[in-house]
Nanobody, 115 residues
């Protein structure tokens, strides 16, 4: 499964960004999808996930600010990030999971929140 992430960039604190991840050519609807991030010197962490059935879960640090959604027809998963904070600065990775032993990572996209 090839995952193509886009939408990162430099943004001021309090502003918004929208990340998108496309999985063309895949049977997208069968995957659980997620966004993870890794800040310098820190471990990669789950930011938000959406199951194949549409259930969502979020890291406590982003609840109320980030929204994950999926469009199975377009084979995309999106992460709307509002009220961004400097501590949201990280490389964001899209992830697709089919089973406990089958998962795929996309290339990361940099998000920098700074004034």
């Amino acid at each position: 499964v090839q995952l193509q992430a886009s939408g990162g960039g430099l943004v001021q604190p309090g502003r918004s960004l929208r990340l998108s991840c496309a999985a063309p050519g895949s049977i997208f609807s069968i995957y659980d999808m997620g966004w993870h991030r890794q800040a310098p010197g820190k471990q990669r962490e789950l930011v938000a996930a959406i199951s194949r059935g549409g259930s969502t879960n979020y890291a406590d640090s982003v609840k109320g600010r980030f929204t994950i959604s999926r469009d199975n027809a377009k084979k995309t998963v999106n992460l709307q990030m509002n009220s961004l904070k400097p501590e949201d600065t990280a490389v964001y990775y899209c992830h697709a999971q089919y089973s406990s032993s089958q998962g795929w990572w996309g290339k990361g996209t940099q998000v920098t929140v700074s004034s």
